[in-house]
């Protein structure tokens, strides 16, 4: 069993200026858009919004803490395997988030084998999964967020792809002017986010996180991830697997006047490839009780509501953008969702 970590309380300290953590935040992390998004689709699920949200993944747990900010019912699970970015969020995030982080739980531990109470939503936000290089490994996180699911509960696992990310990359942003977790103003600084390594044999993608601070310091490597690049068939086909009843795809749209992405994610059957895509693949955990195979001669048993008929879903018509297919040319400069 995971440890459990206590909430010491403890004054926030200076220094977040250059803390990676705290530009990782700043540059990368979107968590009140990826909140949204969820809410959004639980909602088209459901008719209302959820409560329980576990962060998988979550290192500093932006997003886990956001959540519960957001309401006073609303509370979180944060898991983790690295002990340092969990006593991070103890000593910055939790002082941040005053009453709220009694309802912020963090968890020491593996994804695929925590063992905590079911959860409406789970979340495994900035390709974090893509850790898992072997199919069998993939399979047995998601066959673990199902079981950490209530029933209908959803994981949110997003995903990229496109014609170039499987090449060589370098994308350059500068970040505005913000604040970090407790306060610290953050001056504008340079990201870069690099593909080094694709080796289309076994889809292994090596990346890094660069930063460069406004007084010229470079952070070099500040962050790098060993990844399998999954395809989106691949990853729905482990979720049906393991045993999530429904498995939808949400593709970000294009704005064209903008020349941008447009940050809105809408539930797709197709789209046509460019260069740079971002998507959030939704597995939807079964309603009910998976029935057995009857044996021969018996009767298949029915749970309790089986009968009941399903809930009508709203049938949703093709937006103008998956009739016209989305440009080639396309910015990757959507905030967040690069890595992590
Ligand atoms: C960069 S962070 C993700 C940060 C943040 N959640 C986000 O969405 O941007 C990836 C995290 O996954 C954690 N991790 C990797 N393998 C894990 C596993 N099997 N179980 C739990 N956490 C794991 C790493 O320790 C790391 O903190």
Redesign the pocket.
Known sequence: MPAKLRHPRRAPTAGLERDPWAL?EAA??GVDHDLDLMERVYRRHHGASFTLLR?????????AGAWVLRRPANRAWG????PR?LAWCRRHRLPALRDAARRLRLVR????T?RLPRADAI?A??F?YW??HARDDLLD?FRAARRGLRPGGLLFANAFGGTEAMGALIERRRIRASNAVDGTPLEPFHYTWEHVSFNPIDHRLRCDIHFRLADGTRMRRA?H?DWRLWTLPEIQEAMREAGFAEVEVYVEGWDEKRGETDGIFRLRRRFENQEGWLAQVVGVAPRRRPARSPRPGERRASWPGAARPARPRPRRRPSAGATRGLPRRRARTSRARR??
Do not use: I, K, M, W
């Open positions: 990782y990368v992390q962060e998988d993944f979550c290192a500093t747990a932006h997003l898991v983790d395997l690295d970015p531990g593996d994804v695929r925590v979340a936000q900035n974090s850790v898992f996180y962050f991830y890595p992590a």
